[in-house]
């Protein structure tokens, strides 16, 4: 099992920069992979972005070239510039583990990040 711990969140205005931050604890040597979601008040969870334990990343459309992941043992970051009104959301971190045969996914408690126009 691991605990997931998001951290970062908070006010900014259009334009501006904030990084987050997932601390993992536990069995983190277990992952697979791990990515942020974001939820948007009346919007289905969507990923933001992901990263391997290979170092594959993807990230959606609408946060390419803003937004970068990166991980480092056992924290997970995403550094976001140029935020927009629209990236407004409460944003969770998540983990994939398989453990033996099985999968196994985990999330954090979410961090709300919130852009004023």
């Known amino acids: 099992q691991v605990q997931l711990v998001e951290s970062g969140g908070g006010l900014v205005q259009s334009g501006g920069s904030l990084r987050l931050s997932c601390a993992v604890s536990?069995?983190?040597?277990?992952?697979?992979?791990m990515g942020w979601y974001r939820q948007a008040p009346g919007k289905q969870r969507e990923l933001v972005a992901s990263?391997?334990?290979?170092?594959g990343i993807n990230y959606v459309d609408a946060v390419k070239d803003r937004f970068t992941i990166s991980r480092a043992m056992n924290t997970m970051y995403l550094q976001m510039n140029s935020l927009k009104p629209d990236d407004t959301a409460v944003y969770y971190c998540?983990?994939?583990?398989?453990?033996?045969?099985?999968?196994?996914?985990?999330w954090g408690q979410g961090t709300q990040v919130t852009v004023s126009s």
């Open positions: 998540n983990a994939v583990r398989l453990v033996g045969l099985r999968w196994y996914e985990d």
């Open positions: 990263i391997t334990s290979g170092g």
């Open positions: 536990g069995s983190f040597l277990s992952i697979s992979s």
